[in-house]
């Protein structure tokens, strides 16, 4: 059976450059590493979707209405329906003393924050510096090859998967989940306690499944502190005896017994 528009699924991708074959995304680890595309701290896994909810590339949205889960498809977009096409009224040459005043280092290739926008830095020479304010992949065909690897059907899947898109950080089987009639709780794992952002991204989750899991009420959550177990106290060593050893009784000589023996 092909998706419908609302359903939930787990996509994985490799997306290229048509004209060239660079790949510029994707969310395998070994290809990420394999075109130095993967970052330190950055993941790589199966993608949440929401089919129709404009969480990629519309061609590719609607492209993925028509797939089956397990079977891979290649997706050709055009600029049209990707970043649209190159304008050159958004190339211009600005004096390189305008980046050395704002604290940047032009180096080719390299994007950047100007008056604003962002740019990309296509070549420097005479004390000029071109800058591209158009998207980098701005008049490219792209090329998606990819697969459904799942369709999620539980609430508890919906939750958990729309839970680890928010705080990925940290592992979505570390959540417990507990739906009672219209209220879910849930419990959250120590490591999220300190998390950057964390409370934005618990208001994210509960505003996500007021949306996608409407016959949820109420979303609560959970943040246990557990003491630090307390070390064991050592035994105390016997304290010594106070008692002297005991000594052997002599008896003690009246002045009479020793004159008795010496008579």
């Not at 609302?6 to 450059?17: C, E, N, R, S, T």
């Not at 199966?46 to 949205?61: N, R």
């Not at 307390?230 to 000594?247: C, D, G, R």
Request: glycine share 6%; proline share 6%.
């Amino acid at each position: 059976m092909t998706l419908q528009k609302g359903d939930f699924i787990l996509i994985d991708y490799v997306a290229k450059v048509k004209e060239t074959n660079e790949v510029f995304d994707t969310t395998k680890e070994d290809v990420a590493k394999k075109e130095h595309l993967h970052k330190e701290g950055q993941l790589h896994e199966p993608e949440l979707v929401v089919v129709g909810e404009g969480w990629v590339l519309k061609s590719l949205d609607d492209a993925l209405a028509n797939m089956e889960v397990c079977k891979p498809q290649t997706v050709e977009i055009s600029p049209e329906k990707g970043f649209g096409q190159r304008d050159p009224e958004k190339i211009k040459r600005v004096s390189i003393k305008q980046l050395y005043a704002k604290e940047i280092n032009p180096v080719i290739g390299a994007r950047i924050e100007f008056q604003g926008k962002s740019a990309t830095i296509r070549s420097i020479g005479a004390g000029r510096v071109l800058l591209d304010f158009n998207a980098p992949l701005a008049g490219r065909t792209l090329i998606y090859d990819v697969i459904v690897t799942k369709k999620l059907e539980t609430a508890e899947q919906k939750i958990g998967a729309l839970v680890h898109r928010r705080v990925p950080v940290v592992e979505e089987n570390k959540f417990k989940l507990t739906i009672k009639g219209c209220d879910l709780t849930i419990d959250m794992p120590e490591e999220t306690f300190y998390v950057e952002g964390i409370q934005i991204a618990k208001r994210g989750i509960a505003m996500d499944i007021q949306k996608f899991v409407p016959e949820l009420a109420m979303t609560q959550f959970i943040e246990t502190f557990k003491a630090e177990p307390k070390p064991a106290l050592a035994t105390p060593a016997p304290a010594p005896s106070a008692t002297k050893p005991e000594v052997e009784a002599k008896p003690i000589k009246t002045p009479k017994a020793a004159n008795a023996d010496k008579a």
